[in-house]
């Protein structure tokens, strides 16, 4: 069971990283944002956003968070990022 988790977020991270790198790299292209690479900036991105959640999960050490803390999550992690890269 937990082999298939870890195949499902191979697979989950390997579809949707380069959709936000192709979104990032038009930004990182324009110098709205700055990082060494769209791909290093979409990684910070998705370290932001996911952190450590997905292998508490995993653990069962963190619920399943609700929508609002999605959400929240989300907003905090895009403010981080533009902290980070923003010019």
Request: positive net charge; hydrophobic residues 45%; proline residues 5%.
């Given at each position: 069971?937990?082999v ?54 995993v ?9 609002k803390?999605v959400?929240?999550r ?8 533009r ?5």
């Amino acid at each position: 069971m937990k082999v298939a988790r870890c195949d499902a977020c191979r697979r989950w991270r390997g579809s949707v990283f380069p959709l936000i790198e192709k979104l990032i790299q038009r930004d990182w292209e324009s110098g709205a944002l700055v990082a060494p690479s769209a791909r290093i900036a979409a990684d910070w991105f998705l370290n932001l956003l996911i952190g450590d959640l997905q292998i508490r999960r995993v653990i069962h050490s963190l619920p399943v968070p609700s929508d609002k803390d999605v959400r929240s999550r989300v907003v905090a992690a895009i403010g981080a990022f533009r902290k980070l890269c923003g010019t």
